[in-house]
T-cell receptor, first 111, second 112 residues
Framework: KQEVTQIPAALSVPEGENLVLNCSFT??????LQWFRQDPGKGLTSLLL?????REQTSGRLNASLDKSSGRSTLYIAASQPGDSATYLC??????????FGKGTRLHILP | NAGVTQTPKFRILKIGQSMTLQCTQD?????MYWYRQDPGMGLKLIYY???????DKGEVPNGYNVSRSTTEDFPLRLELAAPSQTSVYFC???????????FGQGTRLTVV
């Protein structure tokens, strides 16, 4: 059974700092891994999708990496801003077509 | 583009009542998913479908039913609502296992 873990559960950092969010998964037989952002009371917004054959994807200040063999992914946020405050969720697409989520990391950027 | 649309946005049910949460997408996506999100617990998969006429159980299917008669629609049925089903429900869709998933804005359900 696939299990997805995100560490830390919550994080507060001063504005301008670079930061890393971690995601690990127990079954490496995945199609892809996706990072989402969720603002309070809102739906999920897709940030980055990494296919199982890829090592990383970049979008603006965001960079996501994937090490499928070790079951790990990181989301790197450069030069953090108060508008980056949100919950970040990691999800893997299994070979049985299920998308399994971690519990998320609540990020607070201090002005 | 409408994307993934969920209705209603909010609903209060009494214990034992039933209701259907609606989800429709206009992106011609084959894959559709239903999740529930409880505070601090991430998203738990209830049911999913890889195409019209095909549905499968997720992690927490008990108390729910689904159908997929068309590509666009994937309704979630709650029979005999219980307080444990109080949650925020999200519907998602994806073109295939290789593509990104997109989410609706959610339905906040309270069972009293």
């Amino acid at each position: 059974k696939q299990e997805v873990t995100q560490i830390p559960a919550a994080l507060s950092v001063p504005e301008g700092e670079n930061l890393v969010l971690n995601c690990s998964f127990t079954d490496s037989a995945i199609y892809n891994l996706q990072w989402f952002r969720q603002d309070p009371g809102k739906g999920l917004t897709s940030l980055l999708l990494i296919q199982s054959s890829q090592r990383e994807q970049t979008s603006g200040r965001l960079n996501a990496s994937l090490d499928k063999s070790s079951g790990r992914s990181t989301l790197y946020i450069a030069a953090s801003q108060p508008g980056d405050s949100a919950t970040y969720l990691c999800a893997v697409m299994n070979r049985d077509d299920k998308i399994i989520f971690g519990k998320g990391t609540r990020l607070h950027i201090l002005p | 583009n409408a994307g993934v649309t969920q209705t209603p946005k909010f609903r209060i049910l009494k214990i034992g009542q039933s209701m259907t949460l609606q989800c429709t997408q206009d992106m011609n996506h084959n894959y559709m998913y239903w999740y529930r999100q409880d505070p601090g617990m991430g998203l738990k998969l209830i049911y999913y479908s890889v195409g019209a006429g095909i549905t499968d159980k997720g992690e927490v299917p008990n108390g729910y039913n689904v159908s997929r008669s068309t590509t666009e629609d994937f309704p979630l049925r709650l029979e005999l609502a219980a307080p444990s089903q109080t949650s925020v429900y999200f519907c998602a869709s994806s073109y295939s296992s290789r593509r990104a998933a997109f989410f609706g804005q959610g339905t906040r359900l309270t069972v009293v």
